[in-house]
């Protein structure tokens, strides 16, 4: 079966730690993205990858970092500069690049829990 | 830049009544248009989408929803709810970018 895996399903932080949520993807899609979920926000994109060993900034990034070495995966690390980490972290792909390809459908994973104790 | 607002916080509704949640959007360019549903603890997962083509868009699970540029709404519509609808809906517009709304929560009652 084709589609994208995250892991873990729930993760427990103490605070001042770094954490990394693992996203996979097996659909041989382009792009990738990482949102972040708050209670009443909607999604709120925090980076996102186009292209292998390239990535950008989305509108919540600070004290997040990713990594994009291989097309199937993209690491998120949660670091201890993130202030209020406490969320529901999603994974997504799309088959095109950001922009231009609009139409695009995203694919999401089942989501992290990130908690900090 | 674009923007979109999912008008209803909440909606609830009796099992086998109309369901509408509403959507506007603002777009400088002629932008796509989605609808997705979350149910807990899960990811998203695409019920329609719009992209230029017919106006009325159908979905699965009995969803569609109608594109009117001259409201510039994006209204999801299901003539009879049904349990398993009960989940979160997000509308979401895409041009360059990719915005979410707030996000619906249907609730579905017996």
């Known amino acids: 079966d084709g589609g994208i895996t995250q892991s873990p399903k729930y993760l427990f932080r103490k605070e001042g730690q770094n954490v990394t949520l693992s996203c996979e993807q097996n659909?041989?899609?382009?792009?990738m993205y990482w949102y972040r979920q708050d209670p009443g926000q909607g999604l709120r994109l925090i980076y996102y990858?186009?292209?292998?060993?390239?990535?950008q900034k989305g509108d919540i990034a600070e004290g997040y970092s990713v990594s994009r070495e291989k097309k199937e995966s993209f690491p998120l690390t949660v670091t201890s500069a993130q202030k209020n980490p406490t969320a529901f972290y999603l994974c997504?792909?799309?088959?095109?690049?950001?922009?231009?390809?609009?139409?695009?459908?995203?694919?999401f994973g089942p989501g992290t829990r990130l908690t900090v104790l | 830049a674009q923007s979109v607002t999912q008008l209803d916080s909440h909606v609830s509704v009796s099992e086998g009544t109309p369901v509408l949640l509403r959507c506007n959007y603002s777009?400088?360019?002629?932008?796509?248009l989605f609808w997705y549903v979350q149910h807990p603890n899960k990811g998203l997962q695409l019920l329609l989408k719009?992209?230029?083509?017919?106006?009325l868009v159908k979905g699965i699970n009995g969803f569609e929803a109608e594109f009117k540029k001259s409201e510039t709404s994006f209204h999801l519509t299901k003539p009879s709810a049904h349990m398993s609808d009960a989940a979160e809906y997000f509308c979401?517009?895409?041009?360059?970018?990719?915005?979410f709304g707030a996000g619906t929560r249907l609730t579905v009652k017996p």
């Open positions: 997504a792909s799309t088959m095109g690049r950001q922009g231009g390809l609009s139409t695009d459908t995203q694919y």
């Open positions: 659909l041989n899609h382009d792009a």
């Open positions: 990858s186009q292209i292998v060993n390239d990535f």
């Open positions: 777009s400088s360019y002629s932008p796509s």
């Open positions: 719009y992209t230029s083509a017919a106006t």
């Open positions: 979401v517009v895409s041009d360059n970018d990719m915005r």
